[in-house]
């Protein structure tokens, strides 16, 4: 079945350092890639999507990659600060359209 | 992001009550859902709506009775509830994720939450 796997926080960084939490999925067809973001005591917000192999989704910094052939979907900043600390969700749909749902990955920044 | 709000945001009740837990999306969208955020967990998805009609039920114990009177407002009726219930439930709404209207997108958007404790 389709699953999500995210790398296991929390993670700890300085500000201004450079973001990666890891993202590899195990799907049939071609979902959708989703990265929501998490902030205390909120709900989810979407931050990035892509809809086919090689779309990159990009927002307030974040970049993904969708790679097929790593059936993988990275997150990336070059220059995190203190206000990105919060939780991210790795997410895909499956054939109904539902999402399927990482763990997720609690960031810490550090002034 | 304010177009799906949740109330109350925060609810404490005893294994006896009845309570009830609303939904209201300003978003124009046809679908939404009901999920269960719990610590350490991956969000579990417990309802679907679609176009007010329930498509999706994922085994959520009978003490959880969702209603959908119209396609802007979803509610989660809550009864005898046990402690392991206690959690963040979140809503969300999307706008046509099968197509059926033609406009099909998968991207949902979530709503605040209701953190729930159950004494």
């Known amino acids: 079945g389709n699953s999500v796997t995210q790398m296991e926080g929390p993670v700890t960084l300085s500000e201004e350092a450079f973001l990666t939490i890891n993202c590899t999925y195990t799907?049939?067809?071609?979902?959708?890639l989703f990265w929501y973001v998490q902030y205390p005591g909120e709900g989810l917000q979407l931050l990035l999507k892509?809809?086919?192999a090689d779309d990159k989704g990009s927002n307030k910094g974040f970049e993904a990659t969708y790679r097929k052939e790593t059936t993988s979907f990275h997150l990336e900043k070059g220059s995190v600060q203190v206000s990105d600390s919060a939780v991210y969700f790795c997410?895909?749909?499956?054939?109904?359209?539902?999402?399927?749902w990482g763990a997720g990955t609690k960031l810490i920044i550090k002034p | 992001e304010t177009g799906v709000t949740q109330t109350p945001r925060h609810l404490v009740m005893g294994m006896t009550n009845k309570k009830s837990l609303k939904c209201e999306q300003h978003?124009?969208?046809?679908?939404m859902y009901w999920y269960k955020q719990s610590a350490k967990k991956p969000l579990e998805l417990m309802f679907v709506?679609?176009?007010?009609?329930?498509?999706e039920n994922n085994s959520v114990p009978s003490r959880f009775s969702p209603e959908c009177p119209n396609s802007s407002h979803l509610f989660l009726h809550l009864h005898t509830l046990q402690p392991e219930d206690s959690a963040l439930y979140l809503c969300?709404?999307?706008?046509?994720?099968?197509?059926?209207?033609?406009?099909?997108?998968?991207?949902?958007?979530f709503g605040p939450g209701t953190r729930l404790t159950v004494l």
């Open positions: 892509a809809t086919k």
């Open positions: 978003l124009g969208h046809n679908a």
């Open positions: 799907a049939t067809g071609y979902p959708s």
């Open positions: 709506y679609n176009f007010k009609e329930q498509t």
């Open positions: 997410a895909l749909t499956d054939s109904n359209y539902q999402l399927i």
């Open positions: 969300a709404s999307s706008q046509d994720p099968l197509g059926i209207a033609g406009q099909s997108t998968d991207t949902q958007y």
